[in-house]
């Protein structure tokens, strides 16, 4: 298949964590059904959440031995998929076997989530993506989870939207200043990258922390297809990187993890930071939950149409990657795109 499409990215199905030996998870990624497991090597698997046989969910059954079973006629599946039992037909039962499989997709474990990809495609990418400095020398992370009820979309790109951040996070992480903000924004395969120029302050009421002397920070927000967005600040020897992973779980459903990984400074300030970077992480995403669940409301009573600004552009661009899959395109092959934009905040 030399198409590329939605289905042949890597998605998070869970934390490493949340797969526990000897269980079944029942989640939804683009509206399929997916059972998880983790087989005799402690390998992560995942099936189509429907036996073969009539066809009950898969998720109800049990893991022995690694094996998954139904729990409606007990047939056994191995971790690639493979029948290797149907109870009833008693000590025959490999013969009557065959080469029956259950579907199975690929999964990868990765910065401890585990990954599945639910279609195969000669471009899709080999491995997901890459959560930056994550359990690196000097950083600490912190990972946030939430539930959105818009599309994955909206979702990624509000995380890189700056003019929402001075009216849904006044004050707690930014003040209104009404500052012209100048950014080159540049779209190039399949990423979009947005650099912010000459911004010294307006981080709210961390300034004094993160900014103390005012020197230039350098903030850099990057879109990548399809559904990751990296914000990442440079603050003097200060770094503080925000990269989210939107997951679609049906049209209206995205669920979203979020990794704040920072450099403060010795390892007892980073350490000792943890409870209040979660605090005011999750309370930024709280906000942001309020109007992207209005948002998804009125889109799925009236259908999206937007009307842009400038700062929209964007919004804009990164809407004409994620429209190339939607085309089956890859979206490697649109020309590069470098532009100036100006806004206020
Ligand atoms: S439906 Fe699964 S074993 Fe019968
Ligand atoms: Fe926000």
Known sequence: MSELGFKNFWYIA????????????????????????????????????RCIHRNSQLSKGWVKDGKLQCSYHGWIFQGDGKLVGIPSEGPQSNKKL?????????????????YVQLEQSELAPLKPFSMPHYKSTGYETVRLFNKFENTVINCAENY?????????????????????????????????????L?????????????????VPIIHID?????????????????????????????????WVWTDLTYKFGAKLLNKISRPIVRFQGQSVIDQDIVVLNNQGKVIQKYGEKFSNASADVIHVLIE???????????????PKKELEVKFWI
């Open 222 to 254: 990057t879109y990548h297809m399809p559904n990751t967005t990296c914000v990442k600040y440079i603050i003097d020897k200060k770094e503080f990187w925000i990269t989210s992973q939107s997951i679609p779980v049906s049209e209206f459903e995205t």
């Open 14 to 49: 869970c934390e490493s964590r949340e797969l526990k030996p000897n269980e079944t998870m029942a989640r939804k990624i683009l509206g399929e059904w997916i059972v998880l497991f983790r087989d005799e090597n402690n390998q992560p698997r995942a099936f189509e959440d």
């Open 320 to 334: 004409s990657v994620y429209n190339e899959l939607k085309l089956g395109k890859d979206p490697r092959n649109l």
């Open 198 to 214: 000459g911004e010294t302050s307006n981080l709210g009421w961390f300034s004094w922390f993160l900014n103390p002397n005012k």
């Open 160 to 196: 890189i939207d700056v003019p929402h951040t001075v009216f849904v996070h006044d004050k707690i992480f930014r003040d209104s200043l009404d500052e012209e903000i100048k950014t080159k924004v540049t779209r190039e395969d399949g990423r979009v990258i947005i650099e912010y």
């Open 98 to 114: 065959g080469s029956r499989c259950a579907k199975a997709f690929k999964t990868l474990e990765q910065d401890d989530f585990i």
